[in-house]
């Protein structure tokens, strides 16, 4: 005899109206109580949604979204690192050159240089 736990659809809405709202404003300075402001979801909760669902933290999601969007405009573009950090919503170079590496293993510049 097994009992089954039902699939929660408000978890599954509710990712998906937290995604939808990081993918429209990750190139902001993006915060969960921002979230927490727009969405009426509490932050708390809001982090277990991250951890339990995904896997990884609100900031490295976040972080995740810039360096996929900042390796787009490195492949694709001119303009300089500096232009393209502070245009995918990190507010520093240091910054950006960490999550870059942390998330893709090279530098922003071996990165332009490789692609």
């Given amino acids: ?3 089954f736990e039902p699939i ?4 599954i809405d509710t990712l998906k109206g937290i ?3 990081c993918m429209q404003n990750y190139t902001k300075d993006i915060r969960l109580a921002d979230l927490e402001r727009d969405l009426h979801i ?3 909760y809001i982090s277990h949604i991250f951890s339990s669902k995904l896997k990884m933290g609100f900031n490295d999601y976040i972080n995740s979204l810039r360096v996929s969007e900042a390796t787009r405009k490195l492949a694709h573009g001119v303009k300089s690192i500096s232009d393209i950090a502070f245009s995918t919503g990190f507010n520093s170079l ?3 050159n960490r999550a870059f590496s ?3 293993g090279i530098t922003p510049s071996e990165y332009r240089k490789n692609n």
């Fill in 1 to 3: 005899m097994m009992e």
């Fill in 19 to 21: 995604l939808i709202y």
């Fill in 42 to 44: 509490s932050r708390y």
């Fill in 102 to 104: 942390k998330f893709t």
């Fill in 94 to 96: 240091r910054s950006f």
């Fill in 8 to 11: 929660k659809t408000v978890d």
